[in-house]
């Protein structure tokens, strides 16, 4: 069974770094992306970083050249670095795996950029 589970949130102040992590257990096959969204409070889900499998990695405007996300090459486990936080980052953070057959989401992670 595949699981997801992220590491790595908590509170931070502005201009601060955080890093998550995602931790796959389980097979994986038919991987076409993975990454990370995010939720902020009252706010719909939204896209964070993804990275093609074989490909490239997208990244959301809003966090361009502040977040880089790195993987190992088996894709058992995929970071976020997320450097010179901004209130606004405050959300919830969740990583993902899509596969041909399914999508795979962990638990969520806590981040909160706050004074």
């Known amino acids: 069974q595949v699981q997801l589970v992220e590491s790595g949130g908590g509170l931070v102040q502005p201009g601060g770094s955080l890093r998550l992590s995602c931790a796959v257990s389980?097979?994986?096959?038919?991987?076409?992306?993975m990454g990370w969204y995010r939720r902020a409070p009252g706010k719909q889900r939204d896209m964070v970083a993804s990275?093609?499998?074989?490909?490239?990695?997208q990244y959301a405007e809003r966090v361009k050249g502040r977040f880089t996300m790195s993987r190992d090459n088996a894709g058992n486990t995929f970071d976020l670095q997320m450097n010179s936080l901004k209130p606004e980052d405050t959300a919830v953070y969740f990583c993902?795996?899509?596969?041909?057959?399914?999508?795979?989401w962990g638990q969520g992670t806590q981040v909160t950029v706050s004074a």
């Open positions: 993902y795996v899509d596969t041909v057959r399914r999508e795979y």
């Open positions: 990275y093609a499998w074989g490909g490239g990695t």
């Open positions: 389980g097979t994986l096959s038919g991987i076409n992306n």
